[in-house]
């Protein structure tokens, strides 16, 4: 059973990293300078939209769950308190993402720095 959840953690934590290395990536192509800081941006982002839907569900409870009308088939997951694996996939999904999008917003800034370097424009 542990090693189950364990896979779980590592899939949620490679797709989360992927998604957000992607997302820095493009909103490093898009600034000429600085691309680091536009994935970082990125991670914020996505951290603050997160929080406000964590917080509209937690405002509207029940009413508006629709995977409650629709009859899917479910695990034994304990949701009364949160588990030390709980935390720590937590701690290692901001982190991570932290990472992957600021990685990916310094690979989107080198197409700059290339063309920058052959038109010769070093502002």
């Known amino acids: 059973m542990a090693s189950s959840w364990l896979a779980t953690a590592i899939v949620l934590l ?8 992607a997302g820095g990536y493009v909103a490093g192509r ?4 600085d691309g ?5 941006g990125v991670w914020l982002i996505g951290l603050l939209v ?12 029940s009413q508006y769950n629709v995977l409650q009308r629709v009859n899917v088939p479910s695990m034994p997951i304990p949701t009364d308190k ?3 694996g709980g935390l720590i996939t937590l701690a290692a999904v901001l982190l991570g993402t932290l990472l ?8 989107g800034q080198r197409f700059h720095t290339k063309v920058d370097r052959v038109t010769g424009d070093d502002r």
């Not at 680091?36 to 970082?40: H, I, L, N, S």
């Not at 997160?50 to 409870?61: K, M, P, Q, S």
């Open 14 to 21: 490679g797709v989360l990293m992927v998604a957000y290395y």
């Open 36 to 40: 680091g800081r536009q994935g970082v």
């Open 30 to 33: 898009m600034p000429r300078f």
């Open 82 to 84: 949160a588990t030390w």
């Open 50 to 61: 997160t929080l406000i839907v964590v917080g509209l569900g937690a405002i509207f409870g």
């Open 100 to 107: 992957a999008a600021f990685a990916g917003g310094k690979v």
